[in-house]
């Protein structure tokens, strides 16, 4: 299976579930913005979640297929499509060489995740595939996808993935009639957030601003972090804080008062106060904001949003073996 | 608040950082004696890791601990959530690190060429502090130094010890790219970059050694409690140490 990038678009990168093991060294994540669809397009072809795939930001981008594909796209940046003709999100696609796929710009979100049967085959480094374009390092030679570049995907299928591809496999573009629902993960303008230790460093009508008015994303926002406008947050206890560790999720107040929400290539420590800390199962909906988007922050405690988070893993389990009995029972 | 934090007796404060992490409080500001315990303390968790443990940030005063939410809820630890279960193990835990007095902390010496191409600033902070490059050089290279914490970006070491009489401000304009192994000085700090990338500090020398290489193991040279010290060598040393390192000039 392979494809050649024609048209590369805004910020094309290979990515996985990243490298949360290497943060003592002060290395970012990294990892698709959007975790959940990463999953989910991972799971439609039968690899495990971790495996490699091409993040997209919006629409633009377009690639040939060099020779037959077993694929499936999730996320809200991009509808793909051939000749005009719209393919279905989350299900298994058989593609045949000599196909040019467009993606098309979806207003819903700004994330898209393609992946193939096997992964995308870069190399591992620090256990994983995932583009660290600040250092250099990792995904497709430590690099955005450029046109011209011809991706493969790796010899070793899962035998689900093995048994979709025999299921499909057909001399024109066939998928099957259903699609995993997301609709359990709907984009919302709500985003649940938890206290963060520095929560109480700043004043009554800040803490009311955060959690009553609107907040707009801003649009300088990257795989760093996303700064977002609204009410300015001003200090009661005005220490500076030794820097110590951020995560993804964490939302800092910078020296003006104004909010930045640290996404996945986002530093390890930090100086900045955090105000709050993102609930994992809304960074989904943080991933796919587009600029000027309207958000409200709405407070959770520390045990909500763990019991959110177990809740969502639960549910994917479920979806695993949904997809499995869909395939290897037939 | 009181809900963020776990309500026991001992004297250390954990707090939620997100659903995969905790950090620990150690104490309030920098010192020595604070220090010692995340390193200690550090050196026990990774050496005794629950179930589930992935990795440790180090930071001044404190020590957070990323962890897989499933595999700790699935673990046999006190409690009904993973927070408590983590509060648990890492309180046990403390209470045992009393019965560890003092750990080795690793030393390292770092060989750093000073001034000539691979220190462009040399000049600049020796006539900002009313010294000579030589004297630059002594006191640069004879202070010991304690690595803090890893961060800002990879490999990269916040460091104190360093003689204030040292001390210079940024340069006002960045550099566009400061060659990996540059040794720079910003404000009273002094640290390496790991990376090329940008940066405004006072450049006063390089090290041959890769502070941060994918290749390793462990790609970071340095690790949060190591003590560091500072050996002058000339520019041909410096080719010489390249060389053995990865058998190619760097330039």
């Not at chain 1, 009553?212 to 760093?224: E, L, S």
Request: hydrophobic share 40%; net charge negative.
């Amino acid at each position: 299976m392979a494809i050649r990038i024609i048209r590369a678009g805004v910020l094309t990168t290979v990515q996985d579930l990243g490298r949360p093991m290497f943060r003592g060294q002060a290395v970012p994540t990294s990892g698709a913005m959007d975790q959940l669809s990463a999953r989910l397009a991972n799971k439609a072809v039968g690899n495990p979640d971790g495996s490699a795939l091409i993040e997209f930001n919006y629409g633009g981008a377009s690639f040939f297929v060099e020779c037959d594909l077993l694929i499936a796209y999730s996320g809200y940046g991009a509808i793909f499509t051939v000749n005009g003709v719209d393919l279905p999100c989350n299900r298994p696609l058989f593609i045949p060489a000599g196909t040019s796929i467009t993606l098309k710009e979806n207003l819903q979100g700004s994330r898209s995740y393609l992946a193939v049967a096997g992964g995308w085959k870069v190399t591992e480094i620090m256990g994983s595939r995932s583009t660290y374009l600040s250092g250099g390092f990792g995904g497709f030679e430590g690099r955005a996808l450029e046109a011209n570049d011809l991706l493969i995907n790796e010899a070793g299928m899962s035998p689900l993935s093995k048994s979709i591809l025999e299921h499909l496999k057909s001399s024109e573009i066939n998928f099957p009639k259903w699609s995993i629902s997301d609709s359990r993960f709907v984009l919302k303008n709500e985003v649940r957030v938890v206290p963060a230790q520095e929560f109480l460093w700043f004043d009554a009508i800040s803490i009311i601003s955060l959690l009553t008015k609107p907040f707009v994303v801003n649009a300088q926002g990257n795989r760093m972090g996303i700064p977002i406008d609204g009410p300015l947050m001003s200090r009661r206890k005005t220490d500076e804080l030794l820097s110590t560790a951020v995560t993804m999720g964490t939302i800092q107040v910078t020296g003006n008062g104004n909010l930045v929400l640290l996404m996945a290539d986002a530093q390890t420590t930090g100086g900045y106060p955090r105000i709050a800390q993102v609930a994992s199962v809304d960074l989904v909906a943080c991933a796919q904001m587009r600029p000027n988007k309207e958000i409200f922050f709405k407070e959770i405690s520390s045990d909500e949003a763990e019991e959110l988070y177990l809740e969502r893993e639960m549910h994917l389990k479920q979806l695993d073996a949904t997809i499995a009995y869909k395939f290897m029972i037939e | 608040m009181i809900s963020l934090q776990s309500a026991t007796n001992s004297d250390i404060l954990i707090y939620f950082l997100s659903e995969e992490a905790v950090s620990v409080v150690f104490g309030q500001d920098i010192n020595e004696a604070t220090f010692k315990r995340i390193s200690e303390f550090n050196a026990l968790l990774t050496c005794n890791p629950f179930i589930g443990f992935r990795t440790t940030v180090v930071a001044y005063t404190t020590l957070s601990v990323f962890y897989s939410p499933i595999e700790v809820m699935q673990s046999v630890l006190p409690g009904s959530t993973g927070f408590e279960k983590i509060s648990a193990y890492l309180d046990l835990l403390n209470a045992e690190a009393t019965k560890y007095y003092s750990l080795k902390q690793r030393r390292i010496e770092i060989p750093i060429c000073y001034g000539g191409i691979f220190g462009p600033d040399l000049q600049e902070i020796a006539t900002f502090n009313r010294l000579s490059a030589e004297e630059v050089i002594h006191l640069h290279s004879s202070a010991v130094y304690k690595v803090y914490m890893i961060g800002f970006v990879p490999g990269f070491a916040y460091m104190g010890g360093m003689d204030e009489r040292l001390a210079t401000p940024r340069k006002a304009q960045p550099r566009q790219a400061v060659h990996a192994g540059s040794v720079g000085i910003a404000g009273k700090q002094t640290g390496i970059y790991p990376l090329s990338i940008p940066g405004g500090w006072q450049i006063l020398g390089r090290t041959p050694i890769h502070l941060f290489d994918i290749n390793r193991m462990r790609p970071s040279f340095l690790e949060a409690g190591d003590e560091v010290r500072f050996k002058a060598i000339d520019e041909q040393r410096y080719y010489e140490l390249s060389n053995l390192k990865d058998g190619h000039q760097d330039h």
